[in-house]
């Protein structure tokens, strides 16, 4: 029983001491360059990248709206009086971010049905409270997705910045994620709309669950700020060492030709898929992002100086722009050498 716990130490150790593939890899092509041009590869330089805002910092206040007159008959049969039981239970009172989103979104479309039933024979102070509370609810609503989105754990985890770079393997992660914020700013974009009593009768029951399936989805990935953080990473680690070589007519070219060499083995084979990998989802998922943030700030009074840094960066495309660039002026490097040395594109 020892030498079988002994191994399971040592395998679990070995384990959580493997290099990151991609941090290996990057590695490895620097150090070749480096070995080529024989100087001695520069120190990546600590990241100084906007971090996420605390929680405290970011929740809004929701004022808590209490209704008399629970026992009125016209709320049992419009089913808004078994809603309210539900909220009002052990389990209700703790529910997490996005189960309180999607009560105040069953609630409000209840309600909102409720309004409609309610007849000449309804007592003109029901009326009046439930007109008084579908208004305060409808403005509270941006305000409580603000909450589960930058807030709610398994969403606030997605913000949070790896300290890994992504690896092949975790790409597929992006599927999730992509459909899950596709979902938050739909879903938003259609609930702050003028008409939204209209939007509430489109709005389905199963569409509203939804939130649960989605946020079940992204339980056990921080794909979003691994995604972020290996953008950053890889900008910082993208350097030139282009005056250091030295080639061209009647000069002994073997150092451009082991360069050449360390490009179609590392760069093009496996490097640059991946970077074009990270870009192309990070495409896709910055509108989400933006307009998600863009349509919940128009509600929000004044977001903390940190998050509208935090925005800008990663949901608004500046962290894109920089990867780009960096990516551009790493391949303008190795055109300028392939064009002094004289050499063709492609392999030989």
């Given at each position: ?21 991609t941090n290996a890899l990057l590695n490895t092509y620097q150090q ?85 039933m309610l007849n000449s024979n309804s007592t003109s102070e029901l ?45 597929g992660s992006y599927i999730e994620t992509v459909a899950a914020f ?167």
């Amino acid at each position: 029983m020892m030498k079988i716990l002994l191994v399971l130490c040592c395998t679990l150790l070995l384990t959580s001491c493997k290099e990151n593939a991609t941090n290996a890899l990057l590695n490895t092509y620097q150090q070749r360059l480096a070995n080529v041009l024989e100087i001695t590869p520069a120190d990546t330089l600590p990241l100084n990248l906007p971090i996420y805002p605390d929680t405290r910092s970011l929740k809004q206040p929701v004022a808590d709206i209490r209704m008399g007159l629970l026992d009125a008959y016209e709320l049992r049969q419009c089913g808004l009086f078994q809603l309210i039981a539900e909220r009002n239970s052990v389990l209700g009172k703790v529910q997490d971010q996005t189960r309180q989103l999607r009560y105040e979104l069953l609630f409000l479309k209840q309600l909102n049905h409720c309004l409609t039933m309610l007849n000449s024979n309804s007592t003109s102070e029901l009326q009046s409270q439930l007109n008084d509370i579908y208004q305060q609810k409808q403005q509270q609503l941006p305000l409580v997705i603000w909450n589960m989105v930058f807030t709610g754990k398994e969403w606030r985890q997605q913000f949070t910045l790896g300290h890994q770079l992504l690896e092949p393997q975790q790409f597929g992660s992006y599927i999730e994620t992509v459909a899950a914020f596709n979902y938050l700013d739909t879903l938003t974009t259609t609930m702050t709309s003028q008409n939204i009593s209209q939007a509430l009768v489109t709005l389905t029951p199963n569409h509203i669950e939804q939130l649960l399936y989605h946020q079940q989805q992204i339980h056990n990935t921080q794909y979003l700020g691994q995604l972020f953080y290996s953008m950053a990473q890889i900008t910082a680690q993208l350097t030139q060492h282009e005056n250091n070589v030295i080639c061209g007519k009647n000069i002994n070219q073997q150092q451009a030709q082991y360069l050449r060499n360390v490009f179609y083995k590392y760069y093009v084979n496996d490097i640059q898929p991946y970077l074009s990998k990270v870009q192309s989802q990070y495409q896709q998922l910055q509108p989400y992002l933006d307009s998600l943030y863009t349509i919940l700030i128009q509600h929000h009074d004044q977001p903390p100086a940190m998050m509208t840094l935090y925005a800008r960066y990663y949901f608004q495309g500046e962290v894109q722009r920089q990867f780009q660039q960096a990516t551009i002026e790493h391949v303008s490097y190795w055109q300028r050498l392939f064009k002094r040395c004289q050499f063709k594109v492609g392999h030989q």
